[in-house]
């Protein structure tokens, strides 16, 4: 017997924010953030600035507190 999967397919999500930057101009992003590797160097394009920032320390998992 096969299992159906359905699937949501949405076009909004309330909770997110915009991506700013066209879909055309992710190749060129992908291929800067390549290039650049580790050094964190500011770079301007035509179209966005890449302006990286030293990752942030990992915070420790903590479960959701459950109610009374």
Not at 29 to 40: E, P, S, T, Y
Not at 47 to 63: G, H, L, N, S, T
């Amino acid at each position: 017997m096969k299992t159906m999967l359905r699937f949501v397919v949405r076009t909004s999500h309330p909770d997110e924010h915009a991506l700013e930057i066209p879909y055309g101009d992710l190749p060129e992003l992908q291929i800067a953030l390549h290039a650049i590797g580790d050094n964190l160097v500011q770079q301007a394009h035509r179209d966005f600035v890449i302006f990286p920032r030293p990752a942030r320390e990992p915070q420790p998992f903590a479960p959701p507190a459950s109610g009374p």
